[in-house]
């Protein structure tokens, strides 16, 4: 069975582009988290995506946005780039809609803004 | 104050030693604990997962959750080079929002 995947696997913007990522969860799962993983401070929640829907959304501005398909894949945009959005972005699912106390990562996008 | 306080290391050992990492936590509503291992350029996996208190063992792992202390521990057995890696530990009131520590980074050395 596939884990979660992301693409691409790095990627380098200047500041004031966009950058989207994208993300593949295991099969049958239908909840879909982002995190940011920056240097020191552990990963923050960015967005959890559930049957197509927003449910929610961590302390970020909102040039950090997404949406998801009917297939359950994920796609993560990042508006008007800024240097500090240079991080390690990871995908997680979850077979427990809600609830991702067993959450399985994808690999990570690492976005590097210059 | 950090909702999970985790020690951010390194911490280096050598191999065959009992490793033992820490977190504590403010929020006395957690009641899910999870530890997961993080490879250089990997996503994190999910190493442990406990609920409440008390304590769980998998192999050289055991994970102990105090919650009287807000004090969980990931402790690994007769380490191995192949353990060298970040280990974050998570904790979650249940549904959808999981905290993460920043992370213990782990060296085994041979």
């Known amino acids: 069975e596939a884990g979660v995947t992301q693409s691409p696997t790095h990627l380098i913007k200047t500041r004031g582009q966009q950058a989207t990522l994208r993300c593949s969860p295991i099969s049958g799962h239908t909840s879909v988290y982002w995190y940011q993983q920056a240097l020191g401070l552990g990963l923050q929640f960015l967005l959890w995506y559930d049957e197509g829907e927003e449910r929610n959304r961590g302390n970020f501005p909102p040039r950090f946005s997404g949406r998801q398909f009917p297939n359950y894949s994920s796609e993560l945009n990042v508006n008007a780039l800024e240097l500090e959005d240079s991080a390690l972005y990871l995908c997680?699912?979850?077979?427990?809609?809600?609830?991702?106390?067993?959450?399985?990562f994808g690999q990570g996008t690492r976005l590097t803004v210059v | 104050q950090k909702e999970v306080e985790q020690d951010p290391g390194p911490l280096s050992v050598p191999e065959g030693a009992i490793v033992s990492l820490n977190c504590t936590y403010s929020?006395?509503?957690?009641?899910?604990f999870m530890w997961y291992r993080q490879y250089s350029r990997k996503g994190p996996e999910l190493l442990m997962y406990t609920y409440s208190s008390g304590n769980k063992e998998d192999g050289r792992f055991t994970a102990q959750v105090d919650k009287s202390s807000k004090y969980i521990s990931l402790f690994i057995r007769d380490s191995q080079p192949s353990d060298s890696a970040t280990y974050l530990c998570a904790m979650s009131t249940g549904g959808f929002k999981t905290i993460f520590g920043a992370g213990t980074r782990l060296f085994v050395k041979a």
């Open positions: 997680a699912s979850s077979a427990y809609r809600g609830e991702n106390t067993e959450a399985f």
């Open positions: 929020n006395s509503a957690f009641q899910y």
